[in-house]
Every structure is written in C-alpha cells, then in structure tokens.
C-alpha cells in the first residue's frame, strides 16, 4: 500500500511571489506521481505527472515538480503565482500497475494581493 | 475538448433514499474510476470498471453498487443513504486500464455534490 503526506494544508502567499507545495510518499512499490488541481466548486484537473525520465516535470499554468526518489518527494512549484492559482492542489500517487489513485490531504494556496 | 461529464450536479437525497449517479467517460475513453471526497477530506477510491468488468475495488460500503454499460457510461447506486454519505462524488475515465499499462492518466469530471438530510 502507498501514502502521500502534503505537508502543509495551506499556503498563504502573495501575489508574484514563488511557491512550493511539499509532497512526500511511501511504497514499497514502483508509482507514479500526479498533482492536480481543485478550484473552488470545480473538479479535479491534471496539473502534471511524473511517469519516468526527467525528474523535472514541466505542468500547465507554470507549474513544475520535480521528483527525488532518495527523498520519496515530488515538490510542486510556481515562480509567480497569480490571485488565480488560488485553490487546492492534491499531489497522488499510483502503483505503476495499479488503478487506485491515492491522494494527499490538499494542500489549499491562498494568493494575496 | 470533450471531458467527462457527470449527472446530476447537484442532489439533494433524505435519510434511507436512494441516489443514482452518473458517469459519461471522455469519447473512445472504456475505463471509468469512482472517487468520494468528505467535506475537507482527499479523495478515496471507491471502485472501477475497464470494458463493463469491475476491474478495481475500494473502500465501497456494501449499500453501494456500481455498473458500466455497452456505451461505456457507469452508474454509481447508493441505497439506505447515510448523513455519512454526503460527499463530492468523483468519475474519471481512461483509456485502457491504468494497471494494465493502456493509460497512464486519469481524468477527472467535474462531480456530484451529494447532500444527505
């Protein structure tokens, strides 16, 4: 069985400045790694994913991740954010031969002006 | 581009009812995956289906069942509705099942808020 842990359940920051989601997992098996986005009273939408290769993921809206397997990590960050990156960002991991996504607890971003 | 689409938005179910969810995957999408979202809470999976086959269970409480039909769409059916059960209830489609290496991404509809009275 896998676990992802977010670190931090909020982030306040300002409008323009950078920011980093923390994300750690365990599994004693080989996953893959996905964050995705909840805005208010929305779905959920793929922001990136990590499958193999590069361990730097380039996403949508500027976001990137990069995966560290020595730390069981894959960190999402934005160099400038905008008052519309406002949301809630789930990092999930799934068995690369599973079906079951499993998500972290949400990490909610609150850009201020 | 087309997304998967869910039925009805919004419900608004008493105590000991029954609900009936619906799934429309993303077109040539045969995978369908059901999550339920607690107010505050992740995600948890609760079953999927790959070609009409239950492919995949979770943590689904018994008074819940599930099917897909012939043109891919699925039905989540929940009966004797519990205060418990109200919930953000999520569909994602695939391409093939994601353990079987056919897809390796999940897309996910936008949900059905279910409120249980």
């Known amino acids: 069985a896998q676990s992802v842990t977010q670190l931090d359940s909020q982030v306040p920051v300002f409008e323009e400045a950078p920011v980093e989601l923390r994300c750690n997992y365990s599994?004693?098996?080989?996953?893959?790694l996905f964050w995705y986005v909840q805005y208010p009273n929305q779905g959920l939408q793929l922001l990136l994913k990590?499958?193999?290769?590069?361990?730097l993921v380039k996403g949508i809206n500027g976001f990137e991740a990069e995966f560290n397997k020595s730390q069981t990590s894959f960190h999402l960050r934005k160099p400038s954010v905008h008052i519309s990156d406002t949301a809630e960002y789930f990092c999930?991991?799934?068995?690369?031969?599973?079906?079951?996504?499993?998500f972290g607890g949400g990490t909610r971003v609150l850009v201020k002006p | 581009a087309a997304g998967v689409i869910q039925s009805p938005r919004h419900l608004i179910k008493e105590k000991r009812e029954t609900a009936t969810l619906k799934c429309y995957p993303i077109?040539?999408?045969?995978?369908v995956y059901w999550y339920q979202q607690g107010p505050g809470q992740d995600p948890q999976f609760l079953i999927s289906?790959?070609?009409?086959?239950?492919?995949d269970k979770g943590s689904i409480p018994d008074r819940f069942s599930a099917q897909q039909f012939s043109d891919y769409h699925s039905e989540l059916n929940m009966s004797s509705l519990e205060l418990g059960d109200s919930a953000l209830y999520f569909c994602?489609?695939?391409?093939?099942?994601?353990?079987?290496?056919?897809?390796?991404?999940?897309?996910f509809g936008p949900g059905t808020r279910l409120t249980v009275l």
């Open positions: 077109p040539r999408h045969d995978t």
């Open positions: 994602a489609s695939s391409y093939g099942l994601t353990s079987g290496g056919g897809a390796d991404t999940q897309y």
């Open positions: 999930a991991v799934r068995e690369a031969a599973g079906n079951k996504l499993t």
């Open positions: 289906f790959y070609e009409k086959m239950q492919s």
């Open positions: 990590y499958l193999s290769g590069s361990t």
């Open positions: 599994s004693s098996v080989s996953v893959y």
